[in-house]
């Protein structure tokens, strides 16, 4: 009787650290899906956060509604030779018009990436 027992409580902790285990490894193989996830699209998802915050405003879904012509559509980025991360960076740089001047607001580094985001967007239409 005792016998069986302490092969229930045996079979109990074997059954609890089988358990703990795959927790465990579920665990870690999520982190490891999650860092090679974000990894390559964390540089995207800034972007598209500083669009998000600061430009979306007046350029919703890649229009304006401040001067209408003045969109991030293909067609007027290069009709009006904004069609480069350089340009781009430039006019955000130092604003234009009613368009504010983000030099004080944010990084050269994501002025350089907001405005490749621009582009990239502008690629898919917006979609
Ligand atoms: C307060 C409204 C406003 C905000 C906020 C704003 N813009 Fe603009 N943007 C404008 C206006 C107005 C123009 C047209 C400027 C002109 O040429 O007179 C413009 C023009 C542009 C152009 C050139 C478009 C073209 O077809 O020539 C780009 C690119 C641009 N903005 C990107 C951005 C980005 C990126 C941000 C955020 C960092 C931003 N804008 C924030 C109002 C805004």
Known sequence: ???????????????LIL???????????QIAIADTATTP???TATAAEVF???CAGCHINGGNIIRRG???KQKALKKYGM?????ISNLVTNGK??????????SE???IDVSAYVLSQAETDWK
């Open 70 to 72: 003045k969109n991030l």
């Open 109 to 111: 580094q994501q002025i």
């Open 52 to 54: 998000s915050a600061n």
């Open 83 to 87: 069609d480069s991360i350089a340009n």
């Open 19 to 29: 358990t703990l285990g795959f927790v465990e490894i579920a665990t870690n193989s």
């Open 97 to 106: 018009g009613i368009m504010p001047a983000y030099k004080d607001r944010l």
């Open 1 to 15: 009787m005792i016998s069986l027992i302490n092969l229930k409580k045996n079979l109990t902790v074997a059954l």
């Open 41 to 43: 699209a964390t540089a």
